[in-house]
């Protein structure tokens, strides 16, 4: 079964690092894009960038650059999203999905990381 | 402000027809084909339809997409109570460079 899960939510304080984590099973990592979507309380979806594990090529929406970073240890199948400062703004469910290159559609999605920054 | 315009809300009784619109411009719906996601309440968003019309495999044919210029739309035939859920429809933006999704269209059941 080709899936993602992502780590466990997260609590933190404003100013704090936080690295999230997004493994993919069931298919060859090395090979698709993966994506992250930002999806703040009660709001749309936000796309935030894509990676290719293989070569790690990375995109990131104009909204995002600078503000994440996105990365991937393909020897272990598994995207990262990290932040080096978090803002109360910050708090929201960010979700991995693969696919997003080649216009390809976000055909498998991970359960999603809440994650919570209070000030 | 989302780059792709959806109503917030639409309704529609067991065994009803209902649309969704989706809204963009020229650097994006007008040139790039566009998709559709299921967020049931509390869980992950699911592909519901890529390529303006296309269904994956699982997903009921009571579901329809269709785009036109600017602009999309997404069908429910037979409405059920399963389908109450948020959707939101997705394309690629040439001009920004990347995804872009709408803001979300609940749908309800009555």
């Known amino acids: 079964e080709v899936q993602l899960v992502q780590s466990g939510g997260e609590v933190k304080k404003s100013g704090e690092s936080l690295r999230i984590s997004c493994k993919g099973s069931g298919y060859s990592f090395l090979n698709h894009w993966i994506g992250w979507v930002r999806q703040m309380p009660g709001k749309g979806l936000e796309w935030m960038g894509i990676i290719f594990p293989g070569d790690s090529d990375t995109r990131y929406s104009p909204s995002f650059q600078g503000q994440v970073t996105i990365s991937a240890d393909k020897s272990i199948s598994t995207a990262y999203l990290q932040w080096t400062s978090l803002k109360a703004s910050d708090t929201a469910i960010y979700y991995c999905?693969?696919?997003?290159?080649?216009?390809?559609?976000?055909?498998?999605w991970g359960q999603g990381t809440m994650v919570t920054v209070s000030s | 402000q989302s780059v792709l315009t959806q109503p917030p809300s639409a309704s529609g009784t067991p065994g009803q027809r209902v649309t969704v619109s989706c809204s963009g411009g020229s650097t994006n719906i007008a040139t790039n084909s566009v998709d559709w996601y299921q967020q049931l309440p509390g869980t992950a968003p699911k592909v519901l339809m890529y390529n303006n019309n296309q269904r994956p495999s699982g997903v009921p044919d009571r579901f329809s997409g269709s785009k036109s210029g600017t602009s999309a739309s997404l069908a429910i035939s037979g409405l059920q109570s399963e389908d109450e859920a948020t959707y939101h429809c997705a394309t690629w933006d040439d001009r920004l460079n990347g995804w872009v999704f709408g803001g979300g269209t609940k749908v309800t059941v009555l």
């Open positions: 999905a693969r696919g997003g290159g080649n216009l390809d559609p976000f055909d498998v």
